[in-house]
Nanobody, 120 residues
Framework: QVQLEESGGGLVQPGGSLRLSCAAS????????MGWYRQVPGKQRELVAS???????NYADSVKGRFTISRDSAKNTMYLQMNSLKPEDTADYYC??????????????WGHGTQVTVSS
């Protein structure tokens, strides 16, 4: 299982920017897919963006053109650059990793989350 730790959340005004970080406990190229999810109270957790070990990215329609997912292999860290933030982006953001365990089975891991609040 991969240990994940998010950071970078906070309070920002509408139109502002934040960068979230997710530090992984192992080489991120050994992780099949990493992603950012978000959740607001009373709603299901939803995928925001993902990046595969090969570098293929995927975004929710609601964040396309505003958010960018990336990674730094030297730091084993994934990022989410969030620009032009809107109040509806307010949520708890979670890092997720899907990777094979020692037995070769794919296992999903979650971080503890970081809160993002977009408000004036």
């Amino acid at each position: 299982q991969v240990q994940l730790e998010e950071s970078g959340g906070g309070l920002v005004q509408p139109g502002g920017s934040l960068r979230l970080s997710c530090a992984a406990s192992r080489n991120i190229f050994s992780i099949n897919v990493m992603g950012w999810y978000r959740q607001v109270p009373g709603k299901q957790r939803e995928l925001v963006a993902s990046i595969s070990s090969g570098g293929t990215t995927n975004y929710a329609d609601s964040v396309k053109g505003r958010f960018t997912i990336s990674r730094d292999s030297a730091k084993n860290t994934m990022y989410l650059q969030m620009n032009s933030l809107k109040p509806e982006d307010t949520a708890d953001y979670y890092c997720n990793a899907l990777a094979p365990n020692a037995q070769g089975f794919m296992v999903g891991s979650w971080g503890h989350g970081t809160q993002v609040t977009v408000s004036s």
